[in-house]
């Protein structure tokens, strides 16, 4: 009885091993399309979240991530500028004005030239084309923000949402270069 008892124990120890070594043993889910192409970016958390974000990243294939990554970062120039335009009406200081109206500028190429030729090169398989699109496209935010005194900037922290977005961009097609 005693000895029955016993070896019971030990079957119920032996059960309770070999379960947790099979969960501890169990691979990992297969990465999806989204953790393969965000694994390598330097804005990782911001890849994941921006494609993630999309209905459309569900069904994608890689190039359709590029474009969809290129999407966001148009909405967020385009939304950035649309605010300092709004600004720009309110300004009657005239230094500031220009300050404004430089960034305007800025955000207004990559809106109008840039980040149009970067989908159409990148719809042509242009893949080191898109890539000097997205360069130019980081720069607008740097050189708004040169504008701007670097203390207490006013443009500071939307130029950072920006210049990371579409920094984050490059990186995604730096991945179809080479
Ligand atoms: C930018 O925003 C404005 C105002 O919301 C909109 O009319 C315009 O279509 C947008 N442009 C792009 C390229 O998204």
Redesign the pocket.
């Known amino acids: 009885m005693n000895t029955f008892m016993n070896l019971f124990a030990i079957f119920v120890v032996f059960i309770q091993i070999q379960i947790s070594l099979s969960q501890s043993v169990q691979s990992p889910p297969e990465p999806n399309l989204i953790q393969q192409l965000c694994k390598r970016n330097r804005y990782q958390t911001l890849c994941i979240s921006t494609l993630n974000d999309d209905p459309r990243s569900k069904t994608s294939n890689l190039k359709g991530l590029a474009s969809i990554s290129i999407d966001a970062t148009?909405?967020k120039v385009?939304g950035t500028l649309?605010y300092y335009v709004g600004v720009l009406r309110t300004i009657t200081d005239r230094a500031l004005f220009e300050m404004y109206g430089t960034c305007i500028e800025e955000y207004g190429a990559a809106?109008d030239r840039f980040l149009p030729a970067a989908v159409a090169n990148l719809k042509a398989k242009k893949y080191s084309e898109t890539m000097s699109n997205m360069k130019v496209v980081v720069a607008k935010p740097v050189n708004c923000d040169a504008q701007f005194p670097t203390t207490d900037s006013p443009v500071a922290a939307r130029n950072k949402v920006v210049h990371d977005i579409a920094d984050m961009t490059g990186d995604i097609i730096k991945t179809f270069v080479n």
Do not use: G, L, Y
Request: hydrophobic letters at 20%; proline letters at 0%; charged letters at 20%.
């Open positions: 148009t909405k385009n649309q809106i």
